[in-house]
């Protein structure tokens, strides 16, 4: 189920807007801290979580602030 979830947020992630405005470096055009409609914020998570995240991202050539935006969009939506 989780790998099932996982690649459904991969394919959001490959759909979105944002991800049209990258280029094949794989860094944004315009960065995010000059987008007004962006604000930047910080967690804590728990050390292993954010490493086995990290090498997925990597793996998957994803940004992880997408993966964030798209799980906390998909949560509100279905509460």
């Known amino acids: 189920m989780a790998n099932n979830m996982f690649n459904n947020l991969k394919q959001q992630l490959k759909d979105s807007p944002a991800a049209a405005a990258v280029p ?6 315009r960065g ?20 086995k995240v990290q090498v ?10 997408n993966l964030v935006e798209n799980l906390l969009r998909d949560w509100v939506e279905k509460r």
């Not at 094949?24 to 055009?29: E, F």
């Open 24 to 29: 094949a470096t794989g860094r944004a055009r």
């Open 56 to 65: 997925a991202l990597v793996s998957e050539d994803f940004d992880f602030s």
């Open 32 to 51: 995010k801290s000059a987008d007004p409609n962006y604000t930047q914020t910080s967690v804590y998570v728990q050390r292993e979580t954010l490493k």
